[in-house]
């Protein structure tokens, strides 16, 4: 699969998918649809959507570090301009933003 | 086999002389004491095994954490091994972190404070800090770590002024992430068992700074 090919690199804007669909998901609900930056690339991981289910988690898919703005996040966010949420999201939850 | 462990327990309770007060198991506890009885007795796990893993489980504390954090505070290169590669400086102090998948420690500055939290459920990095406590696996926490960790700092005792910058992590995948705590002013000369004991679990999640340094262990003061 050529998503397993990592597509972005440290400072590429990106905006996590907004999908909605049952299983076993590492994508928090709150950041769907957010945009943000690729902090750190991690390498490959097998994949905990099928792993969760028995199956062997193939094929590995990028894991990333992903930073945020809290500002951008949150709506109401406290005045701290500077605060930042970083969160660790697979590539297939990933599109260039 | 044996289907009634709460039975069981009972007599257990009044084998070793004084009386237990009686309480009823839970569905769950009754559900894993059924279990373990089915695995010992088809053989798939021994007691010594069963007894091997409550060790282990117990042997698994922030007291590990607090070592290294402590190490690092005195020594420079330490704290670079650490920070570049986390597992290998654990195996230099005889800390068994092979069990993580990835695991990366994060630094705090003047300017910077980390903090740490799984939104998703309670990933935590065992090896090194043993079992999360209660707090961290509440909603509550999980909930407002990521949109309120100022407000979450101030209940745990610390307000930080809006010119130093929170970063919170959400550790949803496959990476464990331990909060190196600023080293507190006044502890120089401190040896590194003495400032292991400033070295909170709390102050490893992030929630709070290391503590203050002990009165009366400043030897320039």
Redesign the interface.
């Known amino acids: 699969m050529s998503e397993s090919s990592g597509r972005f690199k440290p400072g590429d804007r990106v905006r996590v998918r907004a999908e909605d669909r049952p299983g076993h998901i590492r994508t928090p609900f709150y950041i769907r649809g957010k945009s943000g930056w690729v902090e750190r690339v991690y390498g490959e991981f097998l994949n905990p959507e099928s792993l969760a289910y028995g199956r062997d988690g193939l094929p590995k898919r990028p894991l990333y570090l992903v930073g945020f703005r809290q500002a951008e996040v949150w709506e109401k966010y406290e005045t701290a301009p500077k605060d930042k949420l970083y969160i660790d999201i697979y590539e297939h939850w990933l599109e260039p933003a | 086999m044996s289907v009634d462990p709460s039975a069981k327990q009972n007599e257990t309770t009044q084998e070793h002389g004084h009386p237990h007060p009686k309480h009823e198991l839970s569905y769950h506890a009754k559900r894993i004491y059924a279990i373990r009885e089915l695995l010992l007795e088809k053989g798939v796990v021994t007691r010594e095994d069963i007894q091997a893993q409550i060790d282990y489980q117990e042997a698994r504390s922030p007291a590990n954490g607090a070592r290294l954090v402590a190490r690092a505070w005195v020594d420079p290169k330490f704290k670079a091994r650490l920070l570049a590669d986390p597992k290998a400086a654990c195996a230099e102090m005889g800390i068994d972190a092979t069990s993580l ?2 695991f990366v420690v994060l630094e705090n500055s003047e300017k910077v404070r980390h903090m740490v939290v799984c ?2 459920c309670s990933c935590y990095p065992r090896p090194i800090l043993g079992r999360p406590p209660d707090w961290y696996k509440s909603f509550n926490y999980r909930a407002r770590a ?6 979450v700092m101030r209940e745990f005792g610390q307000e930080l002024g ?1 010119d130093i ?11 464990r992430y331990l909060v190196l705590p600023l080293r507190p002013p006044g502890t120089e000369g401190m040896s590194g068992e003495e400032l292991a004991k400033l070295v909170t679990r709390d102050s490893m999640i992030g929630v709070v700074d290391a503590l203050p340094a002990l009165p009366g262990s400043r030897k320039n003061a």
């Open positions: 998948n990835e939104t998703l990521v949109n309120d960790p100022r407000g809006a910058e929170v970063r919170v992590h959400d550790s949803t995948a496959d990476i």
